[in-house]
């Protein structure tokens, strides 16, 4: 595990969150590289395919074209993107060697029996081998679920309350969503 002083300032997370519609082919991924004291660092784009099965190989992409050491964690809005393009981040984790953590904000029965896309027998696979989600309670109040690799759960509570500003989203991700969407609006 790696240890997180979450209390510096320069501490960096690349987040990353997505923009797409259920007509689209395509859905833009956003990732921007924010440090602990709000600082936006770096942004970068790519696409992953709706439905498709490309989505951990293009958020390795992400990290390998940022081309930068100072990265502390990747945090992810949500693994299940792109009409089911699940992304693994234990392997990302493992491949990168950094911590990953992944967040949602909604309860769920689960989604097995939603899967949509390409190799639909291998998304069912990929998606009950997800680790549960567990519950974190922010300092705002509001609970999120969070899934990681690489931290502890107390490290990770530890981040994420230091990048909330209000609400639920982290301010990393709130700025990825912003991002993702806007790019994909003056593509269209």
């Known amino acids: ?8 300032k320069g ?3 690349l987040a990353i969150a997505e923009s797409f519609e259920r007509h689209d082919k395509k859905s833009i991924l956003a990732g921007i590289v924010m440090r602990r004291d709000l600082v936006v660092d770096g942004i970068i784009y790519t696409d992953t395919i709706v439905g498709g099965n490309d989505s951990t190989d293009k958020v390795l ?6 081309g930068r050491n100072d990265i502390n964690c990747v945090l992810l809005g949500g693994l299940i993107i792109s009409l089911f393009n699940i992304i693994n981040g234990k392997y990302i984790n493992e491949i990168t060697g950094l911590p990953v953590i992944a967040i949602s904000y909604k309860k769920s029965l689960g989604l097995k029996n939603s899967v949509y896309g390409i190799n639909k027998k291998q998304k069912i696979k990929d998606y009950l081998r997800l680790e549960e989600r567990k519950p974190l ?6 609970t999120i679920f969070v ?9 990770t509570s530890n981040l994420l309350n ?3 500003i209000q609400g639920g989203k982290p301010e990393p991700l709130r700025l990825a969503a912003l991002a993702a969407r806007a790019y994909r609006n003056y593509i269209k």
């Open 147 to 155: 899934r990681h690799w690489g931290l502890t759960f107390s490290d």
């Open 137 to 142: 309670k922010l300092w705002t109040g509001k």
């Open 162 to 164: 230091s990048l909330v």
């Open 61 to 66: 992409s992400m990290v390998d074209r940022l």
């Open 1 to 8: 595990m790696v240890r997180i002083h979450y209390s510096k």
């Open 11 to 13: 501490i960096r997370v």
